[in-house]
C-alpha cells in the first residue's frame, strides 16, 4: 500500500511538474478596440480575444491588461481596479477547451481628447494540482485617438 501511494505522488508530481512547464503553450491573447477615432464619451468596443491553439484543456487561465486610467467600462460585469498612476489594469479569469477561441467586446468609453495605448498583457496558467502558475508576458501596442469635442461656430 505504501508503495502505491509512493508511485501515486510521483505520478502526480510529474504532472504537475509538465503541466506547469507547458501551462501556456499555444495560448494567445490579443485587445485592440473596434476602432481607431472616437468622440469624447462615445461608446466603442474594446475586443479581448484569447485563443488556446493547443491540443490540451487550459484549466485555469488568468488574463490582466493594461488599460488608460480615463477609461470608463460601461458594463457592471467588468471591474477594473485602480491601482497604478497612468494605468490600470484590467483582469478576468477563464478556462478553455482544446482549439477555442475566446472572445469578448467590452463596451468603454474615454472622456477626455488624446491618444491612448493599449499594450501589455500578463497572462498567468495553473498546473495540473493548481497550487503554482507560470506566467507570460504579452506585448502588443493598439491604440485609439479621441478627437476634441465639437463645439459651436461663432454666428
Not at 478596440?33 to 490540451?56: A, C, G, I, Q
Request: charged letters at 20%.
Amino acid at each position: 500500500m505504501l508503495i502505491f501511494v509512493l508511485v501515486l505522488i510521483a505520478v502526480a508530481a510529474a504532472v504537475q511538474y509538465w503541466s506547469l512547464a507547458h501551462a501556456l503553450d499555444g495560448v494567445e491573447h490579443h485587445s485592440a478596440p473596434d476602432r481607431k477615432l472616437t468622440e469624447p464619451e462615445e461608446t466603442f468596443s474594446l475586443v479581448n480575444t484569447v485563443t488556446n491553439r493547443s491540443r490540451r484543456f487550459i484549466p485555469y487561465l488568468q488574463v490582466s491588461q493594461v488599460v488608460p486610467t480615463e477609461l470608463s467600462v460601461l458594463d457592471d460585469r467588468a471591474q477594473i481596479n485602480t491601482r497604478g498612476q497612468n494605468y490600470n489594469p484590467l483582469s478576468y479569469t477563464l478556462w478553455l477547451m482544446p482549439r477555442q477561441t475566446w472572445r469578448q467586446a467590452l463596451p468603454v468609453s474615454l472622456s477626455k481628447r488624446g491618444r491612448y495605448v493599449f499594450s501589455d498583457a500578463t497572462l498567468h496558467g495553473g498546473g495540473f494540482l493548481g497550487v503554482d502558475e507560470t506566467v507570460e508576458y504579452v506585448h502588443q501596442y493598439e491604440e485609439i485617438v479621441v478627437i476634441p469635442a465639437r463645439c459651436q461656430a461663432p454666428a
